[in-house]
């Protein structure tokens, strides 16, 4: 089916651990994204996507990396996951200056 | 520093109110304002705004652009309670090659009570 999905859709891990959200969309979209939301925060950006091997830092980007090998995904590591990660993590993607078309979320507990 | 702030923050309404949600930006080389309603998942797109005064609506839902002012409006006539959701207000910021950056703000949290 299109569209963009999201794994795993919920995630508890320890702090310290390293974890990866995966993001993949069958679109063929150029622009990827990845936003955190929190509570009185709404959707802040983390990392963004131009094209394959094209990333950038967003708003928020301390404790993530990402890479883009391929056009269709974008995942996201926490290389050592904090409490402060706690948060529920979308992906999103784009054909350039319109919407942008969101994931269901993936929402992370860091204990 | 660009920033997006959506007030009121929350609203408690009855079905058939109408409801006005406000968004303000300062945003570096402006493009396009995005409106999206969020409930218990992923957010979905509702309108996308690049021109002053010209309104854009979709049933009981409309909304508007000033960009002397640097503010948006969402309307919602004649509530009901499948309105309740989490309302998002987002700007597209020109990064270059086609291709904008979205700010977003914090949302507004809208309670339609039978």
């Known amino acids: 089916d299109a569209g963009i999905t999201q794994s795993p859709r919920y995630k508890i891990t320890e702090t310290g651990r390293q974890v990866t959200l995966m993001c993949h969309q069958t679109?063929?979209?150029?622009?990827m994204f990845w936003y955190r939301q929190d509570l009185g925060h709404g959707l802040r950006l983390i990392y963004y996507?131009?094209?394959?091997?094209?990333?950038d830092k967003g708003e928020v980007p301390d404790g993530y990396v990402v890479s883009r090998s391929k056009t269709e995904n974008f995942p996201l590591t926490l290389e050592s996951a904090t409490r402060s990660q706690t948060s529920v993590y979308f992906c999103?993607?784009?054909?350039?200056?319109?919407?942008?078309?969101f994931g269901e979320g993936s929402r992370l507990t860091v204990l | 520093e660009d920033k997006v702030v959506q007030s009121p923050l929350s609203l408690v309404v009855h079905e058939g109110d109408t409801v006005t949600l406000n968004c303000s930006y300062e945003?570096?080389?402006?493009?396009?304002l995005l409106w999206y309603k969020q409930e218990k998942k992923a957010p979905t797109f509702l309108f996308m705004l690049?021109?002053?005064?010209i309104e854009k609506k979709s049933g009981r839902l409309s909304s508007i652009l000033d960009k002397k002012e640097l503010f948006s409006i969402l309307n919602i006539t004649a509530t009901q309670t499948g309105d309740s959701a989490i309302y998002l207000c987002a700007v597209g910021a020109f990064v270059g090659n086609n291709f904008n950056k979205f700010y977003f703000g914090s949302g507004t949290k809208l309670n339609v009570k039978p």
């Open positions: 679109w063929s979209h150029s622009y």
């Open positions: 999103a993607s784009g054909a350039g200056v319109g919407e942008l078309f």
């Open positions: 996507s131009a094209a394959a091997d094209i990333t």
């Open positions: 690049t021109s002053s005064g």
């Open positions: 945003v570096t080389n402006f493009r396009s």
